[in-house]
C-alpha cells in the first residue's frame, strides 16, 4: 500500500515498507506483522484500528524498535523516517530518535511514568537528554509545557509524585513529555481508552491542536472508530497481522471495501442508529498468528469468500488515491451500483 | 413508588479515604426501576455507580435515605431475609474470568447459587444449568470445561448464566462490557438486549459508554461527583439533554462521521477542566467548577434540588428531571444529534 497520501517528488516523513515482525517462542513462530506497508507526510494523521491482537502496538513500536529485553525477535522490510532506514541505524543513534524526532505514547499510560519521581522532572529530563538544555532552560520550558497541556498551576505541581494527579492530568503528562522536544512524529498509542469521555475529548482536542501548532505528524493507534473520526486523515485497519483496508477517514464512513471493514463497523453500538437496534457480530475468531495462512487471514469468517480467498493472499487493490483494500473482490465491490453510504446500515 | 422493583430515596454514602478522612461517595440519590425496566447509570469513573449499586443492595451500608427492593423496606429486614432477597438480585461484573471460581467447571457456577441456597436437588439443578446455558448461548460441551479454557465473551456469558439461574426480580450489571473486544462486546450486548426483551426482569445497567447505555436503556440516570445531576427516558435524554454536564457528555459521544474537531471544542466548552475531589467538594452546585453556565449565586452557594422539566412528562413518572439552577435558560447545545435511524 505504499504511495498513499504522498506528494510525487517530496519524500514523505515517514514510509513503512513491507514490515514484518515475529516473534520466536516456546510456543512457535508469532507472526504479530506481516507485509505492513504505509506511508506518512509532515502534519498528516493516520489511525490504526482493529481488533485486539490484530498488530497495532507491535507494528508502531518497531518503528521505534523498542521490544522487550527477552524477546527473540525478527524484523525484516524497511522503516524509513526521512529516507533513513530505521531498522539499519545503531542503539545510539536510535536513541536519539526515540523522544526526540519520534515521540511515544505508550497504550498503559498511568503505569509509564516513574511513581517516585515528581512530575516535572520527568518532563525536564527528557529535555535536557534530547535537546542538550541546561537545568534551568529545561525547567522553565517544562512549566510552560505543562501549562500548555492543561495542569493548572503547572510550576507548583512541577514538583508533585504522579500519584496526586488525576488519570486525565497523568496522561496531559505523558502528552508534554511525548511533545517536548517538538517530535516531527507521534506515536499514540490508545491515548485516552483509559479515560472518561469528557476527558477523552480534552485530551484528543490537545493532540490535535498540537499537531496544528507544531506540523507534526500523528499516529493514533485504537479501537475506537469515534476517535479515528476526531483525529486521523486516514485510516489503516489491521487483521490479524495484516492491512485490510487503508484509506482516508470519510471513506471509511461513506464507502469501506474490504469485508472486515464492514463487518467491524456494524459491531459497535453507535449513535447513528436507533437505540436498541441490534448489531451484528462477526462470527467466528481470528486465526492463531503461529500458524501460516496461505489466503487472506479473513476468509475464515467472511461471508463473501470464494474458493481463491483460502487459496491466494490477496494483494492490496488500488481503488482510488490513498485508499487501498486487500480483498480479491475489492474491484467488484468498489463498482457495486448499491455502494451503501452507511455500510453498517445495510440489511 | 408502588410496585417498583428497585426504589431509592435521598441515599447517603460516607467512606473513609486511606486517612480515615470522611467523605460522602453518593449524596441523597433518589431512582426507580419499575418491573422488566432497564435503567442505564452513566458518569465518569469515582462518581459513585458501583457505591450506589451496591448499597440499594445494602452490600454496602448506607448512612441515610430508604431503599425499598422487590416490594421490601431493606432497613426492616434482618440478615436472613436480606441473604434471601438479594439471591434475587444478582449481580454481573466487569471482569468476567475474576469473578469466576477458577477451580469450578462451568456446570457447577452456573448451579452454585442454586446449590448455596438450596433452590434444587441436584439432578433438577443440572437440568436448569443445560437450560440457562442454553438461554445464553453456551454450547453444552462446554459444561465440564474450567474458566480458564473459555474465551473471553464464553466468560461473561456463564456470569451471565449464573446471575438468570435463580429467576432474579433485578439484575445489576456493573460495568458487564468494559473489559471486552469490540467482536465479542457486540455479543454480549446483543444478548443482554435479548434478555431484555424476553424474560420479566429489570436490570441496572452501569456503564460509562453512552453508545452501549443508549443501545440497552429505557430509562437513563446521570451522575456526577455523588450526585444525580439527571434522568429520563432514553431517547429524551439523548435528543434534549438539560443539565450542562450532560450536554457535554453526550457532545463527547464521538460520532463516526466528520465534524471531529468542531464536537471536541463543544466538549471542552460545556465540561471544561478536571473533576473535582470528592475529599473537597465544591459548594453549592457540584458541576460547578466546570460549568460555563455557574454564577456565584445560587450556583456556588445553593445545592440545585431536582425538577421536572416542565412538558416532558408523558406519564405518572415517566418525567424528565434535572438538578440545575439554569436548567430552563440554558441553550440547547448543537451536538448534532440526528435522530436515530
Ligand atoms: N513480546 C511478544 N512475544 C510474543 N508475542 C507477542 C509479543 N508481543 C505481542 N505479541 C503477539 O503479537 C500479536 C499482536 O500484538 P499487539 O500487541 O500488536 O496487538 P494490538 O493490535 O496492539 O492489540 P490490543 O488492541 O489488544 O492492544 C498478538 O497476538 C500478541 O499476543
Ligand atoms: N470501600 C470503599 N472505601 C473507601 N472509599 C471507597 C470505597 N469504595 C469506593 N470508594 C470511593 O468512593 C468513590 C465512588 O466509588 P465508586 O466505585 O462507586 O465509583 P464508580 O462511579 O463506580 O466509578 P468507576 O466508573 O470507576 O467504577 C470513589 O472515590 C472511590 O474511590
Ligand atoms: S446549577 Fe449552575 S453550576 Fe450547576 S450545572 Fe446548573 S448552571 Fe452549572
Ligand atoms: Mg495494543
Ligand atoms: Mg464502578
Given at each position: 500500500?505504499t504511495?498513499?497520501?504522498?506528494e510525487a517528488?517530496?519524500?514523505?516523513?515517514l514510509?513503512?515498507e513491507?514490515l514484518?515482525?515475529?516473534?520466536?517462542?516456546?510456543?512457535?513462530?508469532?507472526?504479530a506483522?506481516?507485509g505492513l506497508?504505509?506511508?506518512?507526510?509532515?502534519g498528516?494523521?493516520?489511525?490504526i484500528v482493529g481488533?485486539s491482537g490484530s498488530g497495532?502496538?507491535?507494528?508502531?513500536?518497531?518503528i521505534?524498535?523498542?521490544f522487550?529485553?527477552f524477546?527473540d525477535?525478527?524484523v525484516?522490510?524497511?522503516v524509513?523516517f526521512e529516507g533513513r532506514?530505521?531498522?539499519r541505524?545503531?542503539?545510539?543513534?536510535?536513541s536519539?530518535?526515540?523522544?526526540g524526532?519520534?515521540?511515544?505514547?505508550?497504550?498503559d499510560p498511568l503505569?509509564s511514568l516513574n511513581p517516585?519521581m515528581?512530575?516535572?522532572?520527568?518532563v525536564a529530563e527528557s529535555l535536557r537528554f534530547?535537546?542538550g538544555?541546561s537545568?534551568d532552560?529545561?525547567?522553565?520550558?517544562?512549566?510552560e509545557?505543562?501549562?500548555r497541556?492543561?495542569?493548572p498551576?503547572?510550576?507548583n505541581?512541577?514538583h508533585?509524585?504522579?500519584h496526586?494527579?488525576?488519570?486525565?492530568?497523568r496522561?496531559?503528562?505523558?502528552v508534554?513529555?511525548?511533545v517536548a522536544?517538538?517530535p516531527k512524529l507521534?506515536?499514540?498509542?490508545?491515548p485516552?481508552?483509559?479515560?472518561?469521555?469528557?476527558?477523552?475529548?480534552?485530551?484528543?482536542?490537545?493532540?490535535d491542536?498540537l499537531?496544528?501548532?507544531?506540523g507534526?505528524?500523528?499516529?493514533?493507534?485504537?479501537?475506537?472508530f469515534g476517535v479515528?473520526?476526531?483525529t486521523?486523515d486516514r485510516v489503516?485497519?489491521m487483521?490479524?497481522?495484516?492491512?485490510?483496508e487503508?484509506c482516508p477517514?470519510?471513506?471509511?464512513?461513506?464507502?469501506a471495501?474490504?469485508?472486515?471493514?464492514e463487518?467491524?463497523?456494524?459491531l459497535v453500538?453507535?449513535?447513528?442508529?436507533?437505540?436498541?437496534?441490534?448489531?451484528r457480530p462477526i462470527?467466528?475468531?481470528?486465526p492463531?498468528?503461529?500458524?501460516p495462512?496461505?489466503?487472506?487471514?479473513?476468509?475464515p469468517?467472511c461471508?463473501?469468500?470464494?474458493d481463491?480467498?483460502?487459496a491466494?493472499?490477496?494483494p492490496?487493490?488500488?481503488l482510488?488515491p490513498s485508499?487501498?483494500s486487500?480483498?480479491?473482490l475489492?474491484?467488484?465491490?468498489?463498482?457495486?451500483e448499491?455502494a451503501?453510504d452507511?455500510?453498517?446500515?445495510?440489511p | 413508588?408502588t410496585?417498583e422493583v428497585l426504589?431509592v430515596?435521598?441515599l447517603?454514602?460516607r467512606y473513609?479515604s486511606?486517612d480515615?478522612?470522611p467523605f460522602?461517595a453518593?449524596?441523597g440519590?433518589s431512582?426507580?426501576i419499575?418491573?422488566?425496566?432497564t435503567?442505564g447509570?452513566?458518569?465518569?469513573?469515582g462518581c459513585g455507580?458501583?457505591?450506589?449499586?451496591r448499597a440499594a443492595?445494602?452490600?454496602?451500608?448506607?448512612q441515610?435515605g430508604?431503599?425499598?427492593?422487590?416490594g421490601?423496606?431493606?432497613a426492616?429486614?434482618d440478615?436472613r431475609?436480606?441473604?434471601?432477597l438479594r439471591r434475587r438480585?444478582?449481580?454481573?461484573?466487569?471482569d468476567?474470568?475474576?469473578?469466576?471460581d477458577p477451580?469450578m467447571?462451568v456446570?457447577?457456577?452456573?448451579?452454585?447459587?442454586?446449590?448455596?441456597?438450596?433452590l434444587a436437588?441436584r439432578?433438577?439443578r443440572e437440568a436448569?444449568v443445560?437450560?440457562?446455558?442454553?438461554?445464553?448461548?453456551?454450547?453444552?460441551?462446554?459444561?465440564?470445561?474450567?474458566?480458564?479454557?473459555?474465551?473471553g465473551?464464553?466468560?461473561?456469558r456463564?456470569g451471565?448464566?449464573?446471575a438468570?439461574?435463580?429467576?432474579?426480580?433485578?439484575v445489576v450489571c456493573?460495568?458487564?462490557?468494559?473489559?471486552?473486544?469490540?467482536?465479542i462486546r457486540?455479543?454480549?450486548?446483543n444478548l443482554?438486549a435479548?434478555l431484555?426483551?424476553?424474560?420479566?426482569?429489570?436490570?441496572?445497567?452501569?456503564a460509562?459508554?453512552?453508545a452501549v447505555?443508549r443501545?440497552?436503556?429505557?430509562?437513563v440516570?446521570?451522575?456526577y461527583l455523588?450526585?444525580?445531576v439527571e434522568?429520563a427516558p432514553v431517547e429524551d435524554?439523548f435528543a434534549?439533554p438539560r443539565?450542562?454536564y450532560t450536554?457535554?457528555?453526550?457532545?463527547?459521544?464521538?460520532?463516526?462521521d466528520t465534524?471531529g474537531?468542531?464536537?471536541l471544542?463543544l466538549?471542552?466548552?460545556l465540561?471544561?477542566?478536571?473533576i473535582?475531589?470528592?475529599l473537597?467538594?465544591?459548594?453549592?452546585c457540584?458541576y460547578q467548577t466546570?460549568?460555563?453556565?455557574?454564577t456565584?449565586?445560587p450556583c456556588r452557594?445553593?445545592?440545585p434540588a431536582?425538577?421536572?422539566v416542565a412538558?416532558?412528562?408523558d406519564?405518572?413518572?415517566?418525567?424528565h428531571?434535572v438538578?440545575?439552577?439554569h436548567?430552563?435558560?440554558i441553550?440547547?447545545p448543537?451536538?448534532?444529534?440526528?435522530p436515530?435511524?
Amino acid at each position: 500500500m505504499t504511495g498513499a497520501g504522498t506528494e510525487a517528488g517530496a519524500p514523505p516523513l515517514l514510509e513503512v515498507e513491507d514490515l514484518s515482525v515475529s516473534f520466536n517462542t516456546r510456543r512457535g513462530v508469532v507472526r504479530a506483522v506481516d507485509g505492513l506497508s504505509y506511508t506518512l507526510d509532515r502534519g498528516e494523521a493516520l489511525g490504526i484500528v482493529g481488533e485486539s491482537g490484530s498488530g497495532k502496538t507491535v507494528g508502531s513500536l518497531s518503528i521505534l524498535r523498542l521490544f522487550g529485553l527477552f524477546d527473540d525477535v525478527t524484523v525484516t522490510g524497511a522503516v524509513r523516517f526521512e529516507g533513513r532506514d530505521l531498522l539499519r541505524l545503531s542503539e545510539t543513534e536510535m536513541s536519539r530518535v526515540r523522544g526526540g524526532q519520534i515521540g511515544m505514547i505508550f497504550q498503559d499510560p498511568l503505569t509509564s511514568l516513574n511513581p517516585v519521581m515528581p512530575v516535572g522532572e520527568q518532563v525536564a529530563e527528557s529535555l535536557r537528554f534530547h535537546t542538550g538544555a541546561s537545568r534551568d532552560a529545561a525547567r522553565r520550558r517544562t512549566v510552560e509545557l505543562l501549562d500548555r497541556v492543561g495542569i493548572p498551576d503547572a510550576a507548583n505541581r512541577y514538583h508533585e509524585l504522579p500519584h496526586s494527579f488525576s488519570g486525565g492530568m497523568r496522561q496531559r503528562v505523558m502528552v508534554a513529555i511525548a511533545v517536548a522536544c517538538e517530535p516531527k512524529l507521534l506515536i499514540a498509542d490508545e491515548p485516552t481508552t483509559a479515560l472518561d469521555v469528557t476527558v477523552q475529548a480534552q485530551i484528543l482536542l490537545l493532540l490535535d491542536e498540537l499537531r496544528r501548532e507544531m506540523g507534526m505528524a500523528l499516529i493514533v493507534i485504537t479501537h475506537d472508530f469515534g476517535v479515528v473520526a476526531a483525529t486521523a486523515d486516514r485510516v489503516l485497519v489491521m487483521y490479524a497481522a495484516q492491512p485490510m483496508e487503508h484509506c482516508p477517514t470519510d471513506h471509511l464512513f461513506q464507502r469501506a471495501n474490504h469485508p472486515y471493514t464492514e463487518g467491524l463497523l456494524r459491531l459497535v453500538p453507535r449513535f447513528e442508529h436507533r437505540a436498541h437496534k441490534r448489531l451484528r457480530p462477526i462470527e467466528g475468531q481470528p486465526p492463531a498468528l503461529t500458524e501460516p495462512i496461505a489466503g487472506c487471514p479473513f476468509e475464515p469468517r467472511c461471508t463473501h469468500a470464494v474458493d481463491r480467498c483460502a487459496a491466494e493472499r490477496p494483494p492490496p487493490v488500488r481503488l482510488g488515491p490513498s485508499h487501498h483494500s486487500a480483498c480479491w473482490l475489492a474491484e467488484e465491490r468498489a463498482r457495486r451500483e448499491t455502494a451503501p453510504d452507511k455500510p453498517w446500515e445495510q440489511p | 413508588m408502588t410496585g417498583e422493583v428497585l426504589s431509592v430515596r435521598d441515599l447517603v454514602v460516607r467512606y473513609r479515604s486511606h486517612d480515615g478522612q470522611p467523605f460522602t461517595a453518593v449524596n441523597g440519590v433518589s431512582l426507580d426501576i419499575g418491573p422488566g425496566e432497564t435503567f442505564g447509570l452513566v458518569g465518569e469513573t469515582g462518581c459513585g455507580k458501583s457505591t450506589l449499586a451496591r448499597a440499594a443492595l445494602k452490600l454496602t451500608p448506607f448512612q441515610s435515605g430508604q431503599v425499598r427492593l422487590l416490594g421490601r423496606d431493606l432497613a426492616e429486614l434482618d440478615g436472613r431475609e436480606l441473604r434471601k432477597l438479594r439471591r434475587r438480585c444478582p449481580m454481573i461484573f466487569q471482569d468476567p474470568r475474576g469473578s469466576l471460581d477458577p477451580r469450578m467447571n462451568v456446570g457447577r457456577i452456573i448451579g452454585e447459587p442454586l446449590r448455596v441456597h438450596d433452590l434444587a436437588g441436584r439432578r433438577d439443578r443440572e437440568a436448569k444449568v443445560r437450560e440457562m446455558m442454553e438461554l445464553v448461548g453456551l454450547p453444552d460441551e462446554l459444561f465440564d470445561r474450567r474458566p480458564v479454557q473459555l474465551s473471553g465473551g464464553q466468560q461473561q456469558r456463564v456470569g451471565i448464566a449464573r446471575a438468570l439461574i435463580t429467576e432474579p426480580g433485578l439484575v445489576v450489571c456493573d460495568e458487564p462490557v468494559s473489559a471486552l473486544d469490540v467482536s465479542i462486546r457486540a455479543q454480549i450486548l446483543n444478548l443482554l438486549a435479548d434478555l431484555r426483551d424476553r424474560l420479566e426482569v429489570a436490570f441496572l445497567f452501569i456503564a460509562h459508554d453512552l453508545a452501549v447505555v443508549r443501545h440497552l436503556s429505557d430509562r437513563v440516570g446521570v451522575m456526577y461527583l455523588g450526585r444525580m445531576v439527571e434522568e429520563a427516558p432514553v431517547e429524551d435524554l439523548f435528543a434534549h439533554p438539560r443539565h450542562p454536564y450532560t450536554q457535554g457528555l453526550v457532545a463527547a459521544i464521538l460520532h463516526a462521521d466528520t465534524g471531529g474537531h468542531e464536537r471536541l471544542q463543544l466538549v471542552e466548552r460545556l465540561a471544561a477542566g478536571e473533576i473535582p475531589s470528592l475529599l473537597d467538594p465544591p459548594a453549592g452546585c457540584a458541576y460547578q467548577t466546570r460549568c460555563p453556565y455557574a454564577t456565584d449565586d445560587p450556583c456556588r452557594i445553593v445545592v440545585p434540588a431536582a425538577e421536572v422539566v416542565a412538558g416532558a412528562a408523558d406519564g405518572e413518572d415517566r418525567s424528565h428531571r434535572v438538578a440545575c439552577h439554569h436548567w430552563a435558560e440554558i441553550p440547547a447545545p448543537a451536538t448534532t444529534l440526528e435522530p436515530g435511524r
